[in-house]
């Protein structure tokens, strides 16, 4: 689909990704970029790949092939954890908080993977909650607040490329809001970040670009701001 | 002398003496098997020959190097991690994608390789293991004596064990260690060299066998057999504290070796026994182990 030249000042690009589990094909030839400094978003239906493409970039998947560059370099041959050092950071879609560790044994957890991330005072002052239940164990949390540990942890490590999947799943409203107003946040600091996403009406409030994902591929972009003349077709992909 | 519910003081807190020292080495022993199992999710059987390779490094270094025991108990744990390091890379790390009954087979058959070898060169009469000078002797206690060298194995053991735990607890790899043993993949999705760490995991948990080895080297005669004869006893510990619990596999440890000293005094036929008859009550009552959390 977009199977081309370059973006000039692509931060992430992704160019015939594909992707297995087992003998299942997942991925069948993802392609996009994530310019520096955006907000893009994977949408798409349950199933359709989004959160593997996620996997897939972060080293993951066992097995995967493609083309998959960040900032410049090819990172797809590498195991995940030196695809983490690059400045990679992952917010898994099960939020991923340890039990056997307290809420800031949590925070602390990911090592810093290049200089700029922000301190653990800033972090908390983002997270007000952490603070105050630092020595909770950290599935203890509710959702939301385990939601915002997954994404503060990450943010300690001076990772300029976020990937969320699915920050927002579960979540009551008002925590809802609260994520969106965080990655608002994040992207005027000059953060990149990848989001995956079901819920359209979220990603409309944050995002400068969406993929929409079916079936391992990516059958369509469309700038946020395009989206009022878009409407039927976003219907049409989503049933939104 | 006074009698303490019909039993003589004397036998009473002997027994008592050599249940705590049996539990201190179930309890180092079941905690690097607690810790493999774990991160690796291998069940380590080739611990009790790790064991043994610990007393016989130390008594092959005093006899053909003259290092006594002291620079030993850092020397053998050391090159028996370093024996285990390479089991790991070659052997271990292709089974962790299967199902624990594959790590058990291959560590049995490698445990049972260890100890034939051993056999087939020393034979299976115990080699004598001097108890260094520093820690012979011993202290009337009144209402009984207390041999040096047994002091030193309790307190020893945990020391091992009280440094481990805070290791894990207190510190980042320790951290990193735990949220490993709930989501390795997570973990190296964040930056963490997991393979290094697991190969680590294991050498720690193989150089604790051997510590223990060293230890019991004084106290049982060094020979090829000293490991199978107890591994079977602390994975009856490690089932009743519950597998790849750190601080469980310690307190059963001492808890267990002090019930079987009881058991002993009060009910000698069933001193052997008495473990695997509360590890059958608690794999009924609480099969996940009595600090272990049901998965």
């Given at each position: 689909m977009l199977d081309g030249p370059r973006v000039a000042d692509a931060l992430l690009t992704v160019r015939g990704l594909n992707a297995w589990y087992g003998e299942s094909h997942i991925l069948h030839g993802m392609d996009f970029d994530v310019r520096r400094g955006e907000v893009a978003t994977l949408l798409g239906r349950n199933g359709a790949g989004k959160s593997t493409t996620l996997k897939s970039i972060m080293g993951i998947v066992p097995r995967r092939t493609g083309i998959v560059d960040f900032d410049g370099r090819s990172i797809i041959g590498l195991p995940a954890n030196r695809i983490a050092r690059q400045g990679l950071g992952y917010v898994p879609e099960e939020r991923g908080i340890f039990a056997s560790l307290n809420v800031r044994e949590n925070l602390l957890l990911p090592p810093v993977v290049r200089p700029g991330g922000m301190t653990l005072d800033e972090v908390h002052a983002l997270f007000p909650p952490l603070l105050e239940r630092s020595s909770s164990q950290g599935t203890k949390l509710s959702g939301g607040e385990q939601q915002m540990l997954a994404i503060a942890r990450i943010?300690?490590?001076?990772?300029n490329l976020l990937l969320l999947d699915e920050p927002t799943e579960g979540l009551a409203p008002v925590i809802v809001q609260q994520i969106g107003a965080i990655i608002r946040q994040l992207k005027a600091k000059g953060l990149t970040v990848l989001l995956v996403e079901q819920n359209f009406h979220f990603a409309a409030t944050v995002a400068d670009r969406h993929y929409i994902v079916e079936h391992g591929r990516v059958i369509d972009a469309i700038d946020n701001d395009q989206i009022p003349v878009n409407r039927q077709k976003l219907q049409a992909y989503l049933g939104v | 002398m006074f009698e303490l519910i019909g039993i003589p003081p004397q036998a009473l807190f002997g027994q008592l003496l050599l249940g705590l020292i049996n539990g201190a080495f179930y309890a180092v022993l079941s905690l690097g098997l607690a810790l493999i199992f774990g991160l690796l999710?291998?069940?380590?059987?080739t611990h009790g020959a790790q064991y043994m390779m610990g007393a016989f490094v130390a008594w092959l270094m005093l006899r053909y190097a003259g290092i006594g025991y002291w620079p030993s108990l850092i020397v053998a744990p050391v090159v028996v991690a370093v024996v285990g390091i390479v089991i790991e890379r070659l052997l271990l790390r292709r089974l962790y994608h299967l199902d624990h009954l594959y790590g058990l087979l291959l560590t049995f058959g490698l445990a049972l390789i260890i100890e034939g070898t051993f056999r087939q060169i020393y034979g299976i009469s115990g080699q004598p293991y001097a108890i260094p000078k520093e820690l012979s002797g011993g202290y009337d206690l009144g209402f009984m004596f207390l041999p040096t060298y047994r002091a030193w194995v309790v307190l020893a053991s945990l020391a091992a064990c009280l440094g481990t735990w805070l290791l894990i607890e207190k510190t980042r790899l320790g951290a990193y260690l735990r949220a490993g043993t709930e989501n390795a993949t997570l973990v190296r999705a964040f930056g963490v060299n997991v393979p290094v760490m697991v190969t680590l995991t294991y050498g720690f948990g193989v150089a604790l066998a051997a510590f223990a080895g060293v230890l019991a080297a004084p106290i049982y005669s060094v020979n090829p057999l000293m490991g199978s004869n107890l591994i079977i006893v602390v994975f009856a510990v490690v089932v009743i504290g519950g597998m790849g619990s750190i601080l469980g596999s310690v307190i059963t440890g001492y808890a267990l070796g002090l019930i079987e000293g009881l058991t002993k005094v009060f009910y000698p036929e069933a001193s052997s026994t008495v473990i695997f008859i509360i590890m059958a009550i608690v794999l009924l009552i609480k099969p996940a182990g009595l600090f272990g959390r049901a998965t």
């Open positions: 943010l300690r490590t001076g990772a | 999710n291998i069940i380590n059987f």
